[in-house]
DNA sequence: GCCATTAATGCTCAGTTCGAGCATAAGGAG
DNA sequence: CTCCTTATGCTCGAACTGAGCATTAATGGC
């Protein structure tokens, strides 16, 4: 039993969601494709003189926007064959592609990029996954669309299926929304033909109100990748101290909260996010303080780099939403 | 800036980590390569039939060792240059090994497998992961060993780094043990030449002693990629209700019990155990009960599927190990 | 049948964490 | 000076955790 025996040829892509804090929101590095009017992720392919995949990606972001990426991680591989599909034109049939996803974070957060590139929010690609002020407006329309596609389903237990999953993803009746779930949420609204994707990889033309058709819209799966890199980091700065990678050198115990509720879309009790952040003695105060507040001034504090170090899991154990989900 | 221009062709490898309780202990699925005596994983090249990543893996793996997969989830993409390097024969430069690693959990636990293939506890690769009697023995002789390797560090900043990533991997001091960083571990020791791949890959014999010389050893990378399999099913048995993967339609709860302490090779205390389950309601009676238990019978129990779909994130929120994490 | 052994199971208790909110401090705008 | 805004300190009850004691119900010897 050899390896490599009989392999098909495939490309690799790398593709990455590179995350910055503009402006309190957390945005996206998007590259504007020449073809049809759909923004696309950096990527770019594996070539033979990147050591790594993590080398290879760099290289690419720094070659396309002159980005100089800091921390990194994997995030997925994907490879349906249906990737290629749609309205790009015919995919070689005999290649297939690979993309591996990566996501970036970045300090910098200089607005102005070079070439094609911009810097969007991320929520306006998802906006359902927006829930800071209020339920977003656009879930009501979903819900009475994901509704019809439930009752619609082709058999009772598949309509029982459908139920659960929308009442898990979406939080329909007493179950939390669940913020770390935008990957799940945006593979239901593939597979209920509610995101233009759904309908672009058929060849078919979206019908009118279906989201990304006339707003933002992504290339390829580039839509999927960014729901998996926000669930990813979502999830991930609970108990990693991911949040620093994006904050400037120093800032306020506020401004990590606002970073922490833009990246969740979600509200968090202040005082009781402060008591974590110093019981967990992530930070550590400048003296300096922030004076321009709109109230009393505020410490700057700094990240303590050495907790990376310290202690096992370091990071906010933010526990967002969960309302009540104790036994009745 | 297209897609796809100027790749280079790269095959894929799938790559599965299947793990299986038997006897009480978690075992995977071995091949026995033909070459040298080194086990390898079971693996096969992603074909053009194939119409997804996770597709290809179960007909490969059914097609090699006639199981039929259950669980299933992506575990990491590898593609350094060097994988192909080491004794194997000399690697093709044009084509690049990219290897899409899986993770799969069975029930079934049938120890006599068709062909070349066997169960091996995992361990027998790991050793220095299993701390649910004692301290491994060999984490005294790797500790030795490691500790030379920091002092040999060639500069003060380095040999502090190599202090606090051998502190923190390694458990030294008042650390405690994190029986998640089973792959920082073996990157560690891989790093500091303690595991007989970091020499194969350089084209070297490893001298005497070192781990996976003599005793078990893996295919190029196969021992890096079941290290990342232990990461992974450790940490999310806390948080995913994956262990009922592995059990047998009805169990007791001691039997839960060791099947989350042989996977993350610590102990746990009973009674709060218990407590866990019950409270998260992730069993149900069946009513019936087991007397060969050497004392008082057990009720035997089902996993309550519903539980799937009812809460956000089901799980025993295990917390192993972790003795005092508090500050100073 | 009696006893030691082994597990299963029930229960307690103190320390910690969590969610929520009250109260006070310290700036700026008018 | 007063109001508004944000920072920061503190409290309280509910829930959760870690650790251990106590009781129950089998088994194997005798």
Redesign the pocket.
């Known amino acids: 039993m050899t390896l490599n025996s009989g392999a098909s040829p495939a490309t690799v892509d790398l593709t990455a969601v590179i995350v910055a804090m503009i402006d309190g929101e957390p945005c996206i590095l998007t590259v504007q494709s020449g073809a049809n009017d759909r923004d696309t992720l950096p990527c770019g392919p594996l070539q033979p003189d990147h050591r790594t995949l993590q080398a290879g990606l760099r290289s690419w972001v720094e070659y396309q926007t002159g980005l100089r990426l800091g921390y990194m991680e994997q995030l997925y591989t994907f490879a349906d064959r249906n990737r290629a599909g749609g309205d790009d034109g015919p995919a070689d049939q005999d290649v297939r592609p690979v993309s591996v996803a990566y996501l970036a974070l970045v300090h910098d957060a200089n607005p102005q990029t070079g070439r094609a590139t911009a810097w969007q929010p991320w929520y306006d690609y998802l906006p359902w996954e927006d829930w800071r002020t209020e339920r977003p407006p656009v879930v009501d329309r979903l819900l009475a669309d994901l509704g019809d596609w439930r009752d619609q389903a082709p058999s009772a237990a598949k309509r029982r299926r459908r139920a659960e999953r929308l009442r898990l993803t979406f939080a329909s009746g007493s179950t939390p929304w669940d913020e770390e779930r935008s990957l799940e949420r945006y593979e239901l609204l593939y597979g209920a033909g509610q995101v233009a994707e759904a309908w672009h990889d058929q060849g078919r033309e979206p019908p009118a109100g279906i989201l990304g058709r006339s707003d933002r819209s992504m290339a390829t799966d580039h839509r999927r990748i960014l729901a998996t890199a926000m669930g990813r980091l979502r999830g991930k700065i609970k108990y990693r101290p991911l949040l620093f990678e994006l904050m400037p050198p120093t800032f ?4 990590l909260q606002r970073t922490a509720e833009a990246l969740s879309g979600t509200r968090l ?4 996010f ?3 952040v ?2 967990q003695q992530l930070v550590e105060a400048t003296g300096q ?11 700057l504090m700094r990240f303590r780099p050495a907790v990376t170090l310290e202690r096992p899991a370091p990071g906010l ?1 933010i ?1 967002a939403g ?2 009540s989900t ?1 036994r009745a």
């Open positions: 306020t115990l506020l401004q009790h202040k005082q009781n402060r008591r974590l110093e019981r303080h922030e004076t321009r507040t709109g109230g009393r001034p505020a410490q154990g526990k969960g309302r104790r």
